[in-house]
């Protein structure tokens, strides 16, 4: 999967050619699966906050219909 014709100066050496898998990893995996963990890092007290006011809300609900 080389996009370009890689060609080394005279004295360098030879790039490695890459296997189409690791630049799958390299090019779209790696990128989705940081972008996803940063996220998920973002997102996670508000998403656990979430629950917690819900289950806040819904004891209110009882204790206000009980009376």
């Known amino acids: ?33 940081f972008g996803a963990i940063v996220t998920l890092l973002a997102f996670a007290p508000q998403l656990a906050r979430g629950s917690r006011r819900e289950s806040d809300e819904e004891s209110k609900e009882l204790t206000t219909l009980g009376q």
């Not at 999967?1 to 779209?28: F, I, K, Q, R």
């Open 1 to 33: 999967m080389n996009l370009l014709p890689l060609e080394a100066l005279p004295g360098w050496p030879e790039p490695t050619h890459y296997s189409d898998l690791y630049m799958w990893l390299l090019m779209v995996i790696g990128p989705l699966a």
